[in-house]
């Protein structure tokens, strides 16, 4: 089977090595926006399509069979081009993320943001040490509201703007374990966690940490599935997914 994975995230790339193992004609798309990304099994496309033109004239000269949408859930444009872009070229899709931190047994404690503006509104409100992990791309949207505050900004790559005045930047890919967790904020004193419902494991000892600290956690929701939009959050189901599809040879749903 031809498939399309919208990447970017380690999921769409154990998806993308699962299938190829299992002998499907696979394609990673990668935004192209991380430097030195590790890369997938089978072939790898980089750089935006061109909206939903562009991605529909993709699908019907790669004749792909199938899109599963593994990006981060935070890419919502993509993620709205993706099924528009399939449902007009009639080309079965689907959603790999990851389980919402909605769920967690501490998350009624939280303070959840729709957005990071209102996310800095609310730390502005908080004194104390914050912990900002909202990725590099966003953080620009907290320089003005918590300028002159003590802020650890954690990143995976500096942002391309000097923070302001009173901030600090770590840049660390992780992982994140727990145990270094607690250290962080018991060392620094953190009062404010702000970061956004990126979902699953990885990223989420800080959590844990948080709540055992008692520092405040501020959460930026993550953006709505499209009406009616098929999702998973595990590769089994997206495998399972693809099996249903009707295609004969996928043997490896564990
Ligand atoms: P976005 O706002 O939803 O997408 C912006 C545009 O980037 C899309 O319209 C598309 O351009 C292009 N694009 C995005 N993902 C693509 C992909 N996998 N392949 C080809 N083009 C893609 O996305 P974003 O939030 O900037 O994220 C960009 C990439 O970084 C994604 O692959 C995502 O998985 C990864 N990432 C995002 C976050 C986050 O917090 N947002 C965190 C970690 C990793 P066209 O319209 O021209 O097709």
């Known amino acids: 089977m031809r498939i399309l994975i919208l990447g970017g995230t380690g999921s769409a790339r154990l998806l993308a090595d699962r299938l190829v ?21 089978g072939q790898v496309r980089t750089g935006g399509f061109g909206g939903v033109e562009g991605l529909k004239k993709y699908l019907a000269s790669e004749s792909v069979e199938a899109l599963i949408n593994a990006t981060h859930p935070f890419a919502a444009q993509m993620n709205l081009h993706a099924v528009r872009a399939c449902q007009e070229a009639g080309v079965p899709n689907l959603r790999l993320t990851r389980e919402s931190w909605a769920k967690r047994a501490d998350a009624g404690g939280w303070l959840w943001a729709g957005d990071h503006v209102r996310a800095a509104h609310l730390a502005a409100r908080i004194p104390g040490t914050v912990l900002l992990t909202v990725g590099r791309q966003h953080s620009d949207e907290y320089y003005a509201r918590l300028a002159g505050r003590r ?104």
């Open 21 to 41: 193992a299992a002998g499907h004609q696979v394609t990673s798309s990668l935004a192209g926006v991380t430097r030195n990304a590790r890369l997938p099994s």
């Open 151 to 254: 802020v650890l900004c954690r990143v995976t790559l500096a942002p391309d703007t000097a923070v302001p005045d009173g901030w600090e930047l770590l840049v660390d890919r992780g992982p994140f374990n727990l145990a270094a967790e607690r250290r962080l904020f018991t060392t620094e004193q953190i009062a404010v966690l702000i970061t956004k419902d990126s979902g699953g494991e990885q990223t989420a000892a800080k959590l844990t940490a948080a709540g055992e600290s008692g520092t405040k956690v501020i959460m930026v929701s993550r953006p709505p599935l499209l009406p009616d939009q098929q999702a998973v959050t595990s590769i089994n189901q997206a495998l399972a997914w693809l099996d249903a599809l009707g295609e004969p040879g996928l043997d490896c749903i564990g």
